[in-house]
């Protein structure tokens, strides 16, 4: 066992307590900070299985933006979340279920790392070989080349979905100063919190 | 199925716990940001098991070196791809999502599911 | 945040690198790990840090909303005009082969290169933008008490 599967198993496992914390803690805002903490680990981890592009952004993501994002949204509703009375055995049963039949599916599944994977054989010649071709050696970071060149339509895509997002976020959420002074008592909402 | 085998495959399973620890969150919370939360951890999951499954023994980053072995392996380039666009589109829709629950409280006073459904039955 | 001078001091300090480290991860990734989703997230990251720690006033006057506003489209519409370019150069949508030129060869990129710098720019224009407008939604809203 060298040192990098002991950091691994060691991320794993702070992985996995933290998300548990997550499900078990009542205080909404405690929950975010570990959600945070957990996109934290996550980059770490991805950083050890060689994606460097996918850590920093999951970093500045989910430890920077979206725990803002959620503080904020916090600090607009509530943050103490009301003790369930749901019965936590329907689901749990649901997840274990759910859970086993996904591991049984792994057994089929060639071992993590494994060359002859089809994950690493099923392009031929592979993104890297070709990418050293078309891009005429000035694009090392190979990322970058599949990202914007083989796959640029799939990235126009998706910069049209937050594209898309920003536009709705901002039709919901825009200028509440216009909705309030159609209520009746505009005027004193407006004193309590200016 | 040797022991072998088999310890190659507990990355796999371990993130399957953590999916399924989101999962749970969100069946069994009926407090929508707790639900946001657990949707949000399900994603990084899945994330972990597409980055697990692009790494290769020995491997290392995708990014081509002129210094490099003309042997050297590099992990896949396409599960980063897909997944460095998954978390910028992911936590846009999150705020979306967020965004909803603001103005569902502004409206409803209450951001837990069972107090919003009893809200909707009497009007 | 006015009764912590060290968050502020720090932030201070810490912004310049931060913006650097943005535009550094933008243009150089082409060599290195880096690209527009990247760089988009670490800048609009930066600008909601300096609107936590000096209020939303202060970061609008660096970033004014209905400048932002206009970004968000102006993002799309230079991945999309990339696109058209190409078509009106001959080539097909997106492909870069038809950006070739004989201007300054060796100083200015062109070709893929080219191509994919344009659109690294669309897409980080866009994420800076839309992740720094949904900030100024959330940051900008009061609460309403509930019933």
Known sequence: MDMLELVDIFVLALLAATAVAVARVRNLWAAVMFTGIYSFLGAAWMLILDAPDVAFTEAAVGAGISTVLMLGTLALTSREEKPSKKSPVLPLIVVVVTGSTLIYGTLDMPRVGDPSAPVHTRMNPSYIEKSEHDMHGEMPNVVTSVLASYRGYDTLGETTVIFTAGIAVLLILRKPGKRKTELPNSAEQKGSHG | MDINSLAGLFNYWIVIVLMMTGFYIVIARGNLIKTVIGLNIFQISVFLLYITMGRVDQGTAPIIQEAAQADQAYSNPLSSVLILTAIVVGVATTALALALIVRIREDYGSIEEDEILILDRES | ?147
């Open chain 3, 1 to 147: 945040m006015d009764n912590f001078p060290i968050i502020r001091v720090i932030t201070k300090l810490l912004m310049p690198y931060i913006l650097l480290f943005a535009f550094y991860v933008q243009f150089h990734g082409d060599f290195g790990p880096g690209g527009g989703f990247q760089a988009g997230v670490i800048l609009a990251a930066g600008l909601i840090l300096y609107g936590l720690v000096f209020g939303l006033p202060a970061l609008q006057k660096v970033a004014p909303p209905r400048v932002i506003e206009w970004l968000i489209a102006l993002g799309v519409l230079v991945y999309a005009g990339t696109g058209i370019a190409t078509m009106l150069l001959g080539g097909k949508f997106l492909d870069y082969e038809a950006l070739k030129h004989h201007v300054l060869p060796g100083w200015l990129p062109e070709g893929q290169h080219l191509g994919i710098f344009l659109v690294e720019l669309g897409v980080g224009i866009t994420v800076t933008s839309v992740m720094t407008v949904i900030f100024y939604c959330f940051a900008g809203r009061e609460p309403v008490d509930g019933h």
